[in-house]
């Protein structure tokens, strides 16, 4: 290890810091805003008539909406405000598992390379598909959800120039908060791959990516994703796919698991105060990762397969 590799890690951490952030400020900048518009009233209007089909009430999309456009932190303050069953903070735990964050976390899985419409079908079909099916199943869980924690007030607010400055805020913030994960992760890995520490830790997840139907190079994709989550680990993600010849396929691969279970820690424990059972919410997000991916994987693999029966002799 040398002052190069120092350099070339800084220098990752900052390219990838200024990617991610053009697509991180100003999406936290607008929907900041539009908190203080009619615009997610009338969001939350339009869909709660469905909520009945998720079998949840219809105030339910207040949590679904600041989930889905916020952070899961929002959806956690919107479930705070209202009295629900441990059924339905269950289902809305489980939904916004699969779907929070949507604009920026899509954003930058765009940028590794995924497909919208992978995106959307994935996120958005297991957060519906769970939802249904969880209150099919289970009839249990009528009891009200009693909640061990207080959710944070919002400063003060009076006109437009405190609104505007709380976006510009929050969104430098956000920034500010990735690049103090981003630039130390990168420094790490550029160490990590210098010292030939990458393709020893290749080695040992290789039959896990194997199983998945993944190359051994994803392996950090995976990690970074399991651990710090879609938006943070997109910063490895980018830089895999870019240098370590990870392909489109498996990079794909690699976002439809850890869409499942992305900060499969944090994003887990962070509802305990919610009263819902956690252990359930850990097996279905990683049940899920597991059978969907090996599915996706399988048909995959199948379809390039029979790719060359279709060719016509010249």
Same mark, same amino acid.
């Given at each position: 290890?040398?002052?190069?590799?120092?350099? *070339? $890690?800084l220098k990752a951490g900052l390219n990838t810091t200024w990617t991610?952030?053009k697509i991180i400020f100003p999406i936290t900048f607008l929907i900041?805003?539009?908190?203080?518009?009619?615009?997610?009233?009338?969001?939350? *209007?339009?869909?709660?008539?469905?909520?009945?089909?998720? #079998?949840? !009430?219809?105030?339910?999309?207040?949590?679904?909406?600041?989930?889905?456009?916020?952070?899961?932190?929002? #959806?956690?303050?919107?479930?705070?405000?209202?009295?629900?069953?441990?059924?339905?903070?269950?289902?809305?735990?489980?939904?916004?598992?699969? =779907?929070?964050?949507? &604009?920026?976390?899509?954003?930058?899985?765009?940028?590794? $390379?995924?497909?919208?419409?992978?995106?959307?079908?994935?996120?958005?079909? &297991?957060?519906? $598909? !769970?939802?249904?099916?969880?209150?099919?199943?289970?009839?249990?869980?009528?009891?009200?959800?009693?909640? $061990? %924690?207080?959710?944070?007030?919002?400063? *003060?607010? =009076?006109?437009?120039?405190?609104?505007?400055?709380?976006?510009?805020?929050?969104?430098?913030? #956000?920034?500010?908060?990735?690049?103090?994960?981003v630039i130390p992760l990168m420094v790490v890995i550029q160490i990590?791959?210098?010292?030939?520490?990458? *393709?020893?830790?290749?080695?040992?997840?290789?039959?896990?990516?194997?199983? &998945?139907? %993944?190359?051994?190079?994803? !392996?950090?994709?995976?990690?970074?994703?399991?651990?710090?989550?879609?938006?943070?680990?997109?910063?490895?993600?980018?830089?895999?796919?870019?240098?370590?010849?990870?392909?489109?396929?498996?990079?794909?691969?690699?976002?439809?698991?850890?869409?499942?279970?992305?900060?499969?820690?944090?994003?887990?424990?962070?509802?305990?105060?919610?009263?819902?059972?956690? &252990?359930?919410?850990?097996?279905?997000?990683?049940?899920?990762?597991?059978?969907?991916?090996?599915?996706?994987?399988?048909?995959?693999?199948?379809?390039?397969?029979?790719?060359? =029966?279709?060719?016509?002799?010249?």
């Amino acid at each position: 290890m040398n002052q190069q590799t120092i350099k *070339d $890690g800084l220098k990752a951490g900052l390219n990838t810091t200024w990617t991610l952030g053009k697509i991180i400020f100003p999406i936290t900048f607008l929907i900041t805003i539009l908190q203080f518009t009619p615009v997610l009233g009338f969001i939350t *209007d339009l869909i709660a008539p469905f909520m009945g089909l998720f #079998g949840l !009430s219809g105030e339910a999309a207040v949590p679904l909406v600041l989930g889905n456009l916020l952070n899961l932190y929002a #959806g956690i303050a919107g479930i705070l405000s209202l009295e629900m069953t441990v059924k339905e903070v269950f289902i809305i735990a489980v939904m916004l598992s699969f =779907s929070h964050n949507l &604009l920026i976390e899509t954003g930058v899985a765009l940028k590794v $390379g995924v497909k919208l419409w992978v995106i959307l079908l994935v996120r958005l079909g &297991l957060a519906f $598909g !769970s939802a249904i099916v969880i209150n099919l199943v289970w009839s249990g869980g009528g009891e009200i959800a009693q909640y $061990g %924690m207080v959710p944070v007030s919002e400063p *003060d607010i =009076s006109g437009w120039g405190s609104i505007l400055l709380l976006g510009l805020e929050k969104a430098a913030f #956000g920034v500010l908060q990735l690049a103090m994960i981003v630039i130390p992760l990168m420094v790490v890995i550029q160490i990590m791959r210098d010292l030939k520490w990458l *393709d020893v830790f290749s080695r040992w997840m290789a039959p896990v990516t194997r199983g &998945l139907g %993944m190359k051994e190079n994803t !392996s950090m994709t995976l990690v970074a994703g399991l651990t710090i989550g879609l938006a943070y680990g997109a910063g490895v993600m980018i830089k895999a796919v870019q240098e370590d010849g990870v392909s489109k396929k498996d990079a794909t691969l690699a976002f439809i698991f850890l869409v499942a279970c992305h900060a499969v820690v944090e994003d887990t424990l962070i509802f305990i105060p919610l009263g819902i059972p956690i &252990l359930p919410l850990l097996l279905i997000r990683l049940t899920t990762a597991v059978i969907l991916t090996i599915t996706v994987a399988a048909i995959w693999n199948r379809a390039e397969r029979r790719e060359p =029966s279709y060719e016509q002799p010249h």
